[in-house]
């Protein structure tokens, strides 16, 4: 739509038509004649008083879906190509929602309007000129509503790149309106615009004798996360130095904003600029919100990498302070170690996420290894058998510091062999076992008597040994670990490629045993879904250790061996489940302290339902008095047994959750109707918000364990893949209907959208990826929900054949206790046929075709055939119902069977052909 009709189409509606917004969605895509009319004759008299107007319009004006569909307008152009007076008219359109009383249709809220305006005016490209047309920036950061001036601060970026970097100087005076800020939720969004801001500024002034930067918004208008701006400015805002490792798929984005050409211009802004570190530096110093500091942190790089050395030397005080408060941490930890005595292999999971983060940073290496070197030091004296679990992501933790050593030595090598010669000479009799599992170290004289140490304790290992240790080191939860072990495993593959290429032709067994354990774990691998670099770097290596194998024989590999997932289980084992198997992994392999603490929250909030306590972990119930212990334990017995199930190693884990003081926050419910899934929106951003619907619209019994994990299903997909049939089961047999055509909604837009793609391209491999993965997911979800209604069927019929019998010997107790039971089954008949209904509501055909997309043949051969013989009847000429059948359907069971390989059952089919 043009700009200049969309202006005309406010216009109409101030004039006075109250149905005049339903004319406007009708006719989007009218254009502008040559005489500044519209082209279905409504005429507009561009002249008109707007300001004699406004007063008459008072109450009535009710504008609000009209702003939410203009929103959009300004992404297809890059900027607004009308006159001054339109664009004067459209920033008194704009103003409204400040300058008069506006009465807004349910569910809207004024404030929302007020975001739309600021959404709208901040996307009128190079109409906004001068501080003055600023006026809508400076009302929404007036307002009185937190998220009005939240969007007010999310704008300003967005301004700059609509409208070109003259309007830079004008922002950054306006910066010290968000110094004085005070409430919490918008402090927490402020330090993002500094960041973006400071790209743009990189933009128009070159650091040092370096090019310019450039940046640029990828937008994707279809996806409705991307009509917040915050989400698209995180997922879409790419600048040239700070984001050059990430590529974006120009594919996959509707629009890509670049910054106007004819601004590009040298600007000086170095005193701008200061005004932006000052504010910076006042929110990273900011001692009331951590949440304001870690966002801070976030965004450092892009300020840093922008600033000339003018600039960071006039600012040189700040940082120096910045770093030395980090050192100043680490020397806290120092002191919380020392303090711990005992109690340290509890919190051994925290420690170390902190201590590998620190020696991951140059500035503070030095201290990090320090305080490393006495953890491990303190942790071998008080749990030896904690150490072990630690050694491997140390090693791999300082491996990188020695492959440097050859080329750019360094100070920190004695202390990285220190904490070698601690791990591998100290406790090399304990941790014997796990010693052999390391890669030879580089050859650096001062590694000589560790090198000795590790070879003496691997020994003569066979080509099938060192697979065997390679397949143990790939399942490490730790992604570092794994990429450390691969690495070497591509090293191997190289080293002795003849005595591979025999292990994959010979015809022994135990030798096919190794080679499928292999291939499994190389493939689970490349499947890898962590955002990490070295979780991306994982895959890559994965991939190219799988292209070293070659081609294996099918014939040799086994399958995959999956245990029958079943969902028909009680709280407790469903709770114990998830903290063994998932939450207890997720808060262990952490990378950083945000995924770790969401892990944290969870573990602690399904203790505390399943009745879990402090005083169950033997050394905080040492403090107890007895007194309080034998009360807590009557009434605690449910989660004293729950609690005696875990493992000594999980319950050091999970025992610091059970003390610490985290706290769920309340989330609004976001509101969002229809289906979640977009084609090409990525499998983690899809399960996540469809998780985080249904867990906020749960109401069984379950509902306070799924609300409880949606923090970490942001971060930790094996996590949110287990618990999506758990939260789609509860949904259908205790949500309502509505509850339940949401969830077929959902499932039918995944196959839909395969089906619709479904061309010879995309079946034979060519295209797929993020979509064949959701595909994926709600195959196994409706296998999942297959098995649960086949099991209650079975439990039934069991069931009523044992009361059957039991009522024949015992008719008066039977009396008593059936009430109860019959209830009992009653309800699972009716929760039975909500998901029989699911089942049956999702067609076989549409099934049949999104298998064939995703080259899952014999399972689209099932859905298929059971399509066919619903239609047509059976394919057995002498059963009782064998019908015609469709050439068209005879055709596409033949295309399957083509890929299956099977020439007799193409002959077969090609007899039920009416021609």
Same mark, same amino acid.
């Given at each position: 739509?043009?700009?200049?009709?969309?202006?005309?189409?406010?216009?109409?509606?101030i004039?006075?038509?109250?149905?005049?917004?339903?004319?406007?969605?009708?006719?989007?895509?009218?254009?502008?004649?040559?005489?500044?009319g519209?082209?279905?004759?409504?005429?507009?008299?561009?002249?008109?008083?707007?300001?004699?107007?406004?007063?008459?319009?008072?109450?009535?004006?009710?504008?609000?879906?009209?702003?939410?569909?203009?929103?959009?307008t300004?992404?297809?152009?890059?900027?607004?190509?009308?006159?001054?007076?339109?664009?004067?008219?459209?920033?008194?359109?704009?103003k409204l929602?400040w300058?008069?009383?506006?009465?807004?249709?349910?569910?809207?809220?004024?404030?929302?309007?007020?975001?739309?305006?600021?959404?709208?005016?901040?996307?009128?490209?190079?109409?906004?000129?001068?501080?003055?047309?600023?006026?809508?920036?400076?009302?929404s950061?007036?307002?009185?509503?937190?998220?009005?001036?939240?969007?007010?601060?999310?704008?300003?970026?967005?301004?700059?790149?609509?409208?070109?970097?003259?309007?830079?100087?004008?922002?950054?005076?306006?910066?010290?309106?968000?110094?004085?800020?005070?409430?919490?939720?918008?402090?927490?969004?402020?330090?993002?615009?500094?960041?973006?801001?400071?790209?743009?500024?990189?933009s128009?002034?070159?650091?040092?004798?370096?090019?310019?930067?450039?940046?640029?918004?990828?937008?994707n208008?279809?996806?409705?996360k991307?009509?917040?701006?915050?989400?698209?400015?995180?997922?879409?805002?790419?600048?040239s130095?700070?984001?050059?490792?990430?590529?974006?798929?120009? $594919?996959?984005?509707?629009?890509?904003?670049?910054?106007?050409?004819?601004?590009?211009?040298?600007?000086?802004?170095?005193?701008?600029?200061?005004?932006?570190?000052?504010?910076?530096?006042?929110?990273?110093?900011?001692?009331?919100?951590?949440?304001?500091?870690?966002?801070?942190?976030?965004?450092?790089?892009?300020?840093?990498?922008?600033?000339?050395?003018?600039?960071?030397?006039?600012?040189?005080s700040?940082?120096?302070?910045?770093?030395?408060?980090?050192?100043?941490?680490?020397?806290?930890? +120092?002191?919380?170690?020392?303090?711990?005595?005992?109690?340290?292999?509890?919190?051994?999971?925290?420690?170390?996420?902190?201590?590998?983060?620190?020696?991951?940073?140059?500035?503070?290496?030095? +201290?990090?290894?320090?305080?490393l070197?006495?953890f491990?030091e303190?942790?071998?004296?008080?749990?030896l058998?904690?150490?072990?679990?630690?050694?491997?992501?140390?090693?791999?933790?300082?491996?990188?510091?020695?492959?440097?050593?050859?080329?750019?030595?360094?100070?920190?090598?004695?202390?990285?062999?220190?904490?070698?010669?601690?791990?591998?000479?100290?406790?090399?009799?304990?941790?014997?076992?796990?010693?052999?599992?390391?890669?030879?170290?580089p050859?650096?004289?001062?590694?000589?008597?560790?090198?000795?140490?590790?070879?003496?304790?691997?020994?003569?290992m066979?080509?099938?040994?060192?697979?065997r240790?390679?397949?143990?080191?790939?399942?490490?939860?730790?992604?570092?670990?794994c990429y450390?072990?691969?690495?070497?495993?591509?090293?191997?593959?190289?080293?002795r490629?003849?005595?591979?290429?025999?292990?994959?032709?010979?015809?022994?067994?135990?030798?096919?045993?190794?080679?499928?354990?292999?291939?499994?774990?190389?493939?689970?691998?490349?499947?890898?879904?962590?955002?990490?670099?070295?979780?991306?770097?994982?895959?890559?290596?994965?991939?190219?250790?799988?292209?070293?194998?070659?081609?294996?024989?099918?014939?040799?590999?086994?399958?995959?061996?999956?245990?029958?997932?079943k969902?028909?289980?009680?709280?407790?084992?469903?709770?114990?489940?998830?903290?063994?198997?998932?939450?207890?992994?997720?808060?262990?392999?952490?990378?950083?302290?945000?995924?770790?603490?969401?892990?944290?929250?969870?573990?602690?909030?399904?203790?505390?339902?399943?009745?879990?306590?402090?005083?169950?972990?033997?050394?905080?119930?040492?403090?107890?008095?007895?007194?309080?212990?034998?009360?807590?334990?009557?009434?605690?017995?449910?989660?004293?047994?729950?609690?005696?199930?875990?493992?000594?190693?999980v319950?050091?884990?999970?025992?610091?959750?059970?003390t610490?003081?985290?706290?769920?926050?309340?989330?609004?419910?976001?509101?969002?109707?229809?289906?979640?899934?977009?084609?090409?929106?990525?499998?983690?951003?899809?399960?996540?918000?469809?998780?985080?619907?249904?867990?906020?619209?749960?109401?069984?019994?379950?509902?306070?364990?799924?609300?409880?994990?949606?923090?970490?299903?942001?971060?930790?997909?094996?996590?949110?893949?287990?618990?999506?049939?758990?939260?789609?089961?509860?949904?259908?047999?205790?949500?309502?209907? +509505?509850?339940?055509?949401?969830?077929?909604? +959902?499932?039918?837009?995944?196959?839909?959208?395969?089906?619709?793609?479904?061309?010879g391209?995309?079946?034979?491999?060519?295209?797929?990826?993020?979509? $064949?993965?959701c595909?994926?997911?709600?195959?196994?979800?409706?296998?999942?929900?297959?098995?649960?209604?086949?099991d209650?069927?079975?439990?039934?019929?069991?069931?009523?054949?044992?009361?059957?019998s039991?009522?024949?010997?015992?008719?008066?107790?039977?009396?008593?206790?059936s009430?109860?039971?019959?209830?009992?089954?009653?309800?699972?008949?009716?929760?039975?046929?909500?998901?029989? $209904?699911?089942?049956?509501?999702?067609?076989?055909?549409?099934?049949?075709?999104?298998?064939?997309?995703?080259?899952?043949?014999?399972?689209?051969?099932?859905?298929?055939?059971?399509?066919?013989?619903?239609?047509?009847?059976?394919?057995?000429?002498a059963?009782?119902?064998?019908?015609?059948?469709?050439?068209?359907?005879?055709?596409?069971?033949?295309?399957?069977?083509?890929?299956?390989?099977?020439?007799?059952?193409?002959?077969?089919?090609?007899?039920?052909?009416?021609?």
């Amino acid at each position: 739509m043009h700009s200049l009709t969309a202006l005309r189409l406010i216009q109409i509606h101030i004039e006075g038509s109250c149905g005049a917004y339903y004319f406007a969605t009708e006719s989007l895509s009218t254009e502008a004649d040559d005489n500044g009319g519209l082209k279905n004759g409504y005429a507009i008299n561009q002249e008109m008083e707007l300001e004699y107007l406004m007063p008459q319009v008072g109450a009535n004006f009710t504008f609000l879906p009209l702003l939410f569909s203009l929103r959009y307008t300004f992404y297809g152009e890059q900027a607004i190509q009308n006159t001054d007076d339109d664009a004067d008219l459209l920033h008194v359109v704009l103003k409204l929602p400040w300058t008069h009383s506006l009465m807004v249709a349910e569910p809207h809220h004024p404030w929302k309007t007020k975001c739309i305006s600021v959404q709208v005016a901040s996307k009128l490209g190079p109409s906004l000129k001068t501080e003055t047309d600023l006026k809508i920036l400076d009302f929404s950061f007036h307002d009185e509503v937190e998220e009005v001036r939240v969007e007010a601060v999310l704008s300003m970026p967005v301004i700059v790149l609509w409208s070109g970097l003259g309007l830079l100087m004008h922002i950054f005076r306006r910066l010290e309106l968000l110094g004085k800020e005070k409430n919490e939720k918008v402090k927490n969004i402020i330090p993002l615009t500094p960041g973006f801001l400071s790209c743009l500024y990189g933009s128009c002034n070159a650091v040092d004798g370096l090019s310019k930067s450039t940046s640029k918004l990828f937008l994707n208008i279809n996806n409705e996360k991307h009509s917040q701006t915050v989400d698209y400015l995180l997922q879409g805002f790419w600048c040239s130095k700070c984001d050059r490792s990430i590529a974006h798929n120009p $594919e996959l984005y509707s629009q890509i904003i670049h910054q106007p050409d004819m601004q590009r211009t040298e600007i000086s802004l170095d005193c701008d600029f200061l005004h932006l570190q000052s504010l910076f530096f006042k929110l990273l110093y900011d001692e009331s919100s951590e949440e304001v500091q870690v966002a801070c942190v976030g965004v450092i790089r892009r300020i840093l990498i922008h600033g000339n050395t003018d600039v960071l030397l006039k600012t040189r005080s700040e940082w120096t302070k910045y770093t030395s408060l980090q050192q100043q941490a680490l020397k806290h930890i +120092e002191m919380l170690i020392k303090m711990m005595g005992s109690h340290l292999s509890t919190y051994v999971p925290k420690l170390m996420v902190l201590l590998m983060h620190a020696i991951d940073k140059e500035p503070l290496q030095s +201290e990090g290894l320090s305080i490393l070197h006495f953890f491990i030091e303190q942790l071998a004296k008080v749990s030896l058998s904690s150490t072990k679990h630690v050694i491997s992501q140390v090693f791999a933790a300082l491996i990188p510091f020695l492959e440097r050593e050859k080329e750019h030595p360094s100070n920190n090598l004695d202390k990285v062999v220190k904490i070698l010669k601690e791990l591998v000479l100290k406790n090399k009799v304990v941790l014997k076992e796990h010693i052999r599992e390391f890669p030879p170290l580089p050859s650096i004289p001062a590694l000589t008597e560790v090198n000795k140490a590790i070879q003496e304790a691997c020994g003569s290992m066979t080509l099938k040994d060192q697979l065997r240790d390679v397949v143990d080191g790939l399942n490490h939860e730790n992604l570092n670990v794994c990429y450390m072990v691969v690495c070497e495993l591509s090293k191997l593959l190289n080293l002795r490629r003849e005595e591979v290429t025999a292990l994959i032709t010979a015809e022994a067994h135990s030798d096919m045993d190794v080679l499928s354990s292999l291939i499994t774990s190389l493939l689970r691998g490349c499947a890898e879904e962590s955002r990490t670099a070295v979780g991306q770097r994982l895959k890559l290596v994965c991939a190219d250790c799988l292209g070293a194998l070659g081609a294996v024989d099918p014939a040799k590999v086994k399958g995959f061996t999956c245990q029958r997932f079943k969902i028909e289980c009680s709280d407790d084992d469903l709770i114990f489940e998830l903290i063994h198997k998932h939450l207890a992994r997720a808060f262990r392999a952490a990378p950083d302290t945000i995924i770790q603490d969401s892990a944290a929250l969870a573990i602690l909030e399904i203790l505390k339902i399943a009745g879990c306590e402090a005083s169950m972990d033997a050394s905080a119930a040492a403090s107890m008095s007895q007194k309080l212990k034998d009360k807590k334990s009557l009434d605690n017995r449910r989660g004293q047994k729950l609690w005696d199930r875990f493992s000594n190693y999980v319950k050091e884990i999970i025992a610091s959750c059970l003390t610490s003081r985290f706290q769920l926050p309340n989330v609004a419910d976001s509101a969002c109707t229809g289906p979640i899934y977009r084609p090409k929106m990525s499998f983690r951003r899809w399960i996540f918000n469809w998780i985080r619907k249904l867990a906020m619209h749960a109401t069984g019994s379950r509902a306070s364990i799924f609300n409880a994990c949606r923090g970490i299903v942001r971060h930790d997909m094996q996590t949110a893949i287990y618990l999506l049939p758990y939260l789609v089961l509860e949904a259908v047999c205790h949500g309502s209907e +509505e509850a339940r055509h949401s969830i077929t909604e +959902e499932i039918l837009s995944v196959l839909d959208a395969a089906v619709s793609e479904n061309s010879g391209a995309t079946v034979h491999g060519v295209s797929g990826g993020q979509s $064949e993965v959701c595909i994926q997911a709600v195959f196994t979800l409706l296998d999942n929900l297959g098995q649960w209604v086949d099991d209650v069927e079975q439990e039934l019929a069991l069931s009523q054949s044992f009361q059957s019998s039991a009522s024949k010997q015992q008719s008066s107790k039977s009396k008593d206790q059936s009430p109860t039971s019959l209830i009992d089954q009653e309800q699972l008949l009716v929760q039975c046929k909500y998901v029989s $209904e699911l089942l049956t509501a999702i067609p076989k055909v549409i099934l049949a075709r999104a298998s064939f997309r995703c080259q899952a043949y014999a399972r689209s051969l099932m859905y298929f055939e059971s399509h066919v013989r619903v239609q047509s009847g059976s394919f057995n000429p002498a059963a009782e119902r064998s019908g015609v059948f469709e050439d068209e359907d005879v055709s596409y069971l033949m295309e399957i069977y083509s890929w299956l390989d099977e020439p007799d059952g193409l002959s077969g089919l090609a007899c039920l052909r009416k021609s």
